[in-house]
């Protein structure tokens, strides 16, 4: 995750996350220096920031928004070892304080513990289930532990939040693209001369424009499993789209037998039939 946008993620969540209940937790002069601190760290004045937070617990004000606070300022600095350090100390004094679990789990993933960032961000997520944010990090977080169906799972629940929001929809659709390649994936390692291998190899070449390749494909797929619905009637859709008549009425006959009940065999078969002279 770049720089830009781990403090995309940080000042919308970690600070926005700082209420004035919190605030109003410190002694009165500890209160305003706090407020001054937050203030040098929006503008990006990060050393001064980093420096009046340590200042501010030193004078006894070490609570777990400042703490927060202060991890953010590491971690903006992409110093997430020491980020990492005071978002645990944070929650430490406040457990279901939401936003140093989301933050401790963005750094982890910065430093590559993944599946540490997905304990934290799975707990904000709990915390914080209304926080888009940190549902997609989870889902980013998930996918590069290998938990595509989780990913997903996350996946669909922003895309929903966001019904209007096209990107979601995207990154919902990109998910499960992942999730059915890792699926693939195993098929082939299982049986890689199953019929199911066969018939997904065919339709790839068919969305790759490669139709002598996908018509081998879902040969060897019926001739792999002659029982399996679903290839011959790929191969009458190709068929009859070049025009080979014949050849694409034999095939559905083929389906049909196989799959007696295929509305989509019978109902290009009389088509192509009525079709014949």
């Known amino acids: 995750m770049t720089n830009a946008r781990i403090r995309l993620f940080a000042l919308g969540l970690g600070l926005a996350a700082t209420t004035r209940a919190q605030t109003s937790a410190l002694p009165p002069q500890l209160e305003q220096q706090f407020e001054t601190c937050v203030q040098a760290q929006k503008a990006g004045k990060l050393d001064m920031a980093e420096k009046c937070l340590l200042d501010l617990i030193a004078k006894g004000g070490k609570a777990s928004f400042v703490l927060n606070n202060l991890g953010i300022v590491y971690q903006q600095k992409s110093e997430h070892n020491r980020a990492i350090a005071r978002f645990r100390e944070a929650i430490g004094l406040e457990e279901d304080y939401g936003a140093p679990h989301y933050l401790l789990g963005i750094s982890l993933l910065a430093v590559g513990r993944d599946s540490g960032a997905v304990s934290e961000l799975a707990r904000a997520v709990q915390l914080l289930p209304e926080n888009t944010r940190a549902r997609i990090a989870l889902a980013q977080a998930y996918e590069r532990t290998g938990d595509l169906l989780s990913a997903v799972d996350e996946r669909t629940a922003v895309s929903d939040a966001h019904p209007q929001d096209p990107e979601p929809i995207y990154q919902l659709a990109r998910a499960h693209q992942k999730l059915a390649a890792s699926c693939f994936e195993r098929m082939k390692q299982v049986n890689p001369a199953s019929a199911r291998v066969y018939q997904v190899l065919g339709e790839n070449e068919i969305i790759q424009g490669h139709t002598d390749r996908a018509i081998d494909a879902f040969r060897k797929a019926a001739e792999a ?50 079709s014949q002279p």
């Open 225 to 274: 499993d002659p029982t399996l619905a679903g290839s011959h009637l790929a191969l009458s859709f190709i068929f009859a789209g070049q025009g080979r008549t014949k050849e694409a009425i034999d095939e559905t006959s083929r389906e049909l037998a196989v799959a007696p009940e295929s509305a989509a065999a019978l109902g290009l078969q009389r088509k192509l039939q009525s």
